[in-house]
């Protein structure tokens, strides 16, 4: 749900009576390249954030570090750094790291979690440069 704390405030409603009496994984979404996520502490307090709002804490973090088809192999590998500075700031583990399928390679398929993703949808404008 949402990217901020104001798009998880509407789980935060749901959170003690359906959630919260059962096992569940809340997964952190973290990208180095998304606007206020640019350094591991602004990822920490947004989580904090998140989880205040939803009145749950997160279990694990999966790092989605990606500029769109702009995306290259170094900026996947520059970005496990701060997912790994993100998960021990956090005392969390980095569940996965998402990777675009057609841009892995050997040196890629070594990264611990990796998690191949194919992506469907893309905004218009990378559409437009694409065609």
């Known amino acids: 749900v949402g990217g901020d704390d104001d798009g998880a405030i509407a789980l935060g409603r749901y959170a003690p009576?359906?959630?919260?009496?059962?096992?569940?994984?809340?997964?952190?979404?973290?990208?180095?390249?998304?606007?206020l996520m640019s350094?591991?502490?602004?990822?920490?307090?947004?989580?904090?954030?998140?989880?205040f709002a939803t009145h749950l804490k997160a279990t694990s973090i999966i790092n989605n570090s990606n500029i769109?088809?702009?995306t290259t192999k170094e900026d996947v590998l520059r970005a496990l750094a701060y997912a790994?500075?993100?998960?021990?700031?956090?005392?969390l583990p980095v569940a996965y790291t998402t990777v675009e399928r057609g841009l892995i390679d050997e040196e890629l398929e070594k990264i611990p979690n990796l998690l191949p993703v194919d992506v469907f949808v893309r905004p218009v404008w990378e559409e437009n440069m694409e065609g």
């Open 39 to 51: 350094d591991p502490g602004e990822s920490v307090a947004l989580l904090r954030d998140i989880e």
């Open 84 to 91: 790994d500075e993100v998960a021990k700031e956090t005392g």
């Open 17 to 35: 009576k359906f959630i919260e009496s059962g096992d569940y994984e809340f997964f952190y979404v973290i990208s180095q390249y998304r606007y």
């Open 68 to 70: 769109g088809t702009a």
